[in-house]
């Protein structure tokens, strides 16, 4: 076997050394009616020829731009078809990033550390807000550890979501907080514009820990965080502002900066691949009096002996290897990599860089959604501003004109009775800078001579 | 001892922001090919940012490459040499892995893909649970969970859930005291009270005690096998069946299945739920901190409750035999995660899986028991082992000899730094006084074992000999032992400017 070092012979010897006939003697320890007497009845061992033959097979059954039946995708809903910069790549397959442990021990660890504290620095600047964490497993799962940390801090337990927050965000809060003792309610979105219907606030009590919105949200929409704050803080309950998709910080209002208290959500959009949902990297970010309240790993600067500046994990005694069962959060493995791609995107992208990929989402979704709403029988469903998602309202059900756009070789979207089964007609589509106007047309095209 | 003179930038980079430089740019993207119209007409200006993103550096593709270069240099890896983490288990992560986690058909593709063009897909996540369900000896296997934590906290989830719909809640989870810390927090999560069992001895469960303790209340026992003391559980049976005859569950914590895959089985044991992190015994790699993967295994009386979307197989109009995702699972936990988990991780543990085989398997099994073994007969002669018995893929220390020399394994661990090794794990199991946890894993070949032994023996006689020079260690490094008290009395958590 390849990856095992030591040759059989090797191995014999060491046995003979340590006064031991066979490997099997290291094994006594183990009851012998619970030791298996055949092999495991799995394939291989494959060849390296024949286990890429084996991959490439399976990825090729599936459809993307490039692979299976060639189709160009306008789906979003909380996975973002972006430009990755090449140097990602190049940067995260250096071994000392990707074979690394969790940096423990600092003083080999600095890369990993100094990393994490930039990840933190840009989240931060990104989301407006004072602490960043080294991340979470990804934004559905941040949004939940958002709730559980809002319970926390105003000893409250009860929660008030958004109707139009994604539904498996939704979905993951519901199985967090399901024997947590927290109780939930919905917060219904406005028919017309989509968004989050401001007069439902009006009517929450003081037993609320927080309220949940997302912006852009599951319909694409924006959300005035700022006017929903002031509601929201009234109550004495928390702002929590979940960002499913991460490119509209590049032109969006900063969450912080218009009066969000936890801005957590999903970094993919920062260079990191669909890859079929993951691995992602959520972020979670606070303002700094709830910093002793995060949940998972931070890092922050300090000195060695000679005052020399470095990186340490800090802030532990939150975390499940000291305070156990009532640590901030039972997370311990994060998407560290992830967050290095995230990291190393926003360098790249820069100050300018992220403004512009933001700007042609928004110029270029606006676009679709004009051509789109001049094709005769076609609405575009929202009146509110969006970023680069929008739900068209199609003259038949969704599915059929999701078949008839498979013939074109286009995926249009995702049909939203998916998770609203009242909206048989409702397609939310998503444009970002990767779709070429031509693309656009196409779909514009096909949708016109669908009936 | 050595000075390091620390002029070069390689040794002082700062951040990235530092960099920064008004007017440099490291990206390009095509130009608008739809006819611009001004933002503000379609967002209503108060909503757009106002601070033109001043926060982030503007630096050019150069600077990128030669930052983060630099700063890898500053990490020990795996590929560099052994990483003896025990409990982590620091293996090669082959680079086969990551090419194929990287084919575009995996790396291009939308969660929300219809599931007729992702037939790859599904089909790989119905592969690695198959395989992951023989390995462990269970019936049904969930793929979601996206690392060993959540993957503790969904399988108490599903016992949880197989209790309410029986009727009987029960509000206790049983942890050892050796257990690792995300074993109590994620029972936490899940609404139980923790009780914690005394180790017996030998780091073992005490069976009278568990007898006396396994009471109607009981929902769960969570336990390490082999324990995080690095010892099988010769009574598991006996154990298991003491927690089932009081109507509870058995959940293994498989952190050290690498122990065991190929030898022994969870299942046959009488373990009801076991969570595995593929960035462990499947050599996926650990990218600093993750992302992991924390499947879950269940036996056919819990499946109901696993998480959902399921990958079933049925015929399609077309009498095709293909396979869809199924979200119809009225008795289902709900999700732990968006989309189907970390799906690039479990590309690359299929493909380990596959590459070595029912033989391979096997074979690193008995090698990593046997390199462990190896490494506890040639230090034992300088080094406390911390409990008796027969280890298996770890081994655990104690600084009891070294204590009189007022060094401690804390000192141990950061010299070993200057002999080129990383260190171990250190007190950690909590029950063992200055443990030192050392888990070398089937990849190390006997060099680099011996070598690894040589610098033990070489730090245990500089303690005796020189011991300022061990407690003052690290001395090779970029940088010495870090002030972490003072980074948490006040925290910089961010870079800000001036």
Request: proline share 5%; hydrophobic share 40%.
């Amino acid at each position: 076997m390849r990856y095992i070092s030591n040759s059989a012979q090797e191995r014999q010897a060491m046995l003979r050394e340590m006064g031991r006939q066979s490997v099997s003697e290291l094994f006594s320890g183990i009851p012998d009616n619970l030791q298996l007497k055949s092999l495991l009845k799995l394939p291989g061992p494959f060849s390296e020829t024949a286990t890429l033959n084996y991959f490439r097979s399976i990825a090729e059954r599936n459809t993307t731009r490039i692979t299976g039946d060639r189709m160009i995708s306008f789906l979003g809903a909380g996975a973002y078809d972006h430009f990755i910069p090449t140097i990602i790549d190049t940067l995260i397959s250096r071994a000392e990033f990707y074979t690394s442990y969790t940096p423990y021990q600092p003083e080999i660890s600095q890369g990993t550390l100094q990393v994490i504290f930039e990840f933190q620095s840009m989240i931060c600047e990104l989301t407006g807000m004072d602490v960043a964490n080294a991340s979470l497993y990804d934004g559905s799962s941040a949004t939940a550890e958002a709730v559980l940390m809002a319970e926390r801090v105003t000893k409250r337990s009860k929660v008030a979501l958004a109707g139009n927050l994604h539904p498996e965000y939704r979905e993951v809060v519901d199985t967090y907080i399901r024997n947590a003792g927290i109780k939930e309610i919905t917060l219904p979105y406005h028919e017309r514009t989509g968004a989050l219907d401001h007069r439902s606030l009006a009517e929450l009590g003081d037993d609320i820990a927080a309220v949940v919105i997302q912006s852009p949200n599951f319909f694409g929409g924006i959300e005035d965080i700022e006017a929903i704050a002031q509601s929201v803080h009234k109550l004495g309950a928390l702002l929590i502002v979940v960002v499913a998709e991460g490119m509209s910080l590049g032109l969006l209002r900063a969450p912080g900066q218009a009066g969000a208290d936890i801005v957590c959500g999903e970094a993919q959009s920062f260079g990191i691949p669909l890859s079929f949902g993951g691995s992602y990297c959520g972020f979670f970010a606070v303002r700094e009096q709830f910093q002793r309240q995060i949940p998972g790993r931070l890092a922050g600067l300090t000195r060695d002996q000679a005052g020399r500046s470095g990186y340490v994990l800090t802030l532990a005694t939150r975390e499940q290897h000291i305070r156990r069962e009532k640590a901030t959060s039972n997370i311990c493995t994060n998407q560290g990599l992830y967050a290095l791609m995230a990291t190393i995107y926003l360098a790249t992208m820069g100050r300018s860089g992220l403004r512009e990929a933001a700007e042609q989402n928004a110029q270029k979704a606006s676009y679709a959604a004009r051509q789109i709403s001049e094709i005769n029988g076609y609405s575009i469903r929202f009146t509110g501003p969006f970023f680069n998602e929008f739900v068209i309202l199609c003259p038949k059900p969704a599915h059929l004109v999701l078949e008839s756009l498979k013939k074109k070789k286009i995926i249009g979207g995702l049909p939203l009775s998916r998770f609203f089964p009242e909206m048989k007609k409702e397609l939310l589509l998503c444009v970002t800078e990767t779709i070429s106007r031509v693309e656009i047309d196409a779909l514009v095209n096909a949708l016109q001579n669908s009936e | 001892m050595i000075r390091k003179a620390s002029t070069h930038i390689n040794q002082n980079e700062g951040t990235i922001f530092e960099h920064s430089r008004p007017g440099r740019t490291g990206y390009s993207l095509p130009d608008l090919d739809v006819e611009a119209i001004p933002i503000p007409s379609i967002i209503d200006p108060k909503l757009l940012r106002d601070d033109d993103l001043a926060g982030l550096p503007e630096v050019s593709e150069v600077d990128v490459i030669r930052h983060y270069t630099r700063l890898s240099t500053w990490n020990y890896a795996v590929d560099l040499g052994m990483y003896p983490l025990g409990s982590c288990t620091m293996k090669y992560n082959p680079k086969l892995n990551e090419r194929v986690a990287r084919f575009d058909g995996f790396s291009a593709s939308h969660p929300y893909t219809p599931d007729a063009l992702a037939q790859g897909n599904l089909e790989l996540i119905r592969e690695l649970e198959a395989a992951l369900a023989e390995i462990t000896g269970l019936e049904a296997v969930s793929l979601q969970p996206a690392a060993g934590a959540q993957g503790e906290m969904a399988g108490l989830m599903v016992i949880r859930k197989c209790l309410e719909t029986r009727g009987d809640a029960r509000r206790i989870v049983l942890i050892p005291d050796s257990a690792h810390g995300t074993n109590p927090a994620s029972a936490a999560i899940c609404g139980y009270q923790v009780k914690t069992i005394k180790s017996d001895s030998h780091g073992a469960i005490d069976i009278d005690n568990l007898r006396q303790i396994a009471s109607k209340d009981v929902a769960a026992l969570m336990l390490t096998n082999p324990s995080t003391l690095g010892m099988f559980e010769e009574n598991i049976e006996e154990i298991c069946r003491i927690v089932h005859d009081a109507g509870g569950f058995v959940y293994m914590d498989g952190a050290n299945m690498n122990a065991l895959v190929g030898v022994t089985r969870p299942g046959d044991m009488g373990v009801d739920v076991i969570h595995l992190n593929l960035h462990k015994t499947f050599s996926t790699p650990h990218g600093g901190g993750g992302p992991g993967a924390g499947p879950i295994a269940v036996t056919a009386e819990l499946a109901p409750f696993l998480p959902y979307p399921r990958v079933i197989e049925e015929i399609n109009e077309r009498g095709e035999q293909v396979l869809r995702l199924d979200f119809n699972r009225p008795q289902s936990i709900g999700r732990v995660r968006a989309f189907c988990g970390n799906f690039s991780v479990l590309i690359r543990a299929l493909c380990y899986i596959l590459t070595l085989g029912p033989t391979g398997l096997r074979e690193a099994t008995e090698t990593a028991v046997l390199n462990a073994n190896y490494l506890a007969h040639h230090l034992k002669e300088e080094y406390e082992i911390a409990i008796a018995g027969k280890p298996m893929h770890e081994v655990i220390f104690s600084d009891k000899r070294q204590q009189k020399f007022d060094v401690h394994t804390l000192d141990i661990a950061k010299r070993l730094i200057d002999y080129g090794f990383h260190p171990m794990t250190i007190y950690f199991p909590l029950v063992v006084a200055g443990a030192m946890m050392i888990e070398p894993t089937e990849s190390e070949g006997r060099e680099e074992l011996d070598l690894f032994i040589d610098a033990m023996r070489s730090i245990a006689q500089e303690i005796r000999e020189h011991p300022e020079l061990v407690k003052s260690a690290p001395h090779n490094t970029r940088i010495g032992r870090l002030d972490e008290a003072a980074a948490a009395r006040k925290p910089v958590l961010r870079w800000k400017r001036q």
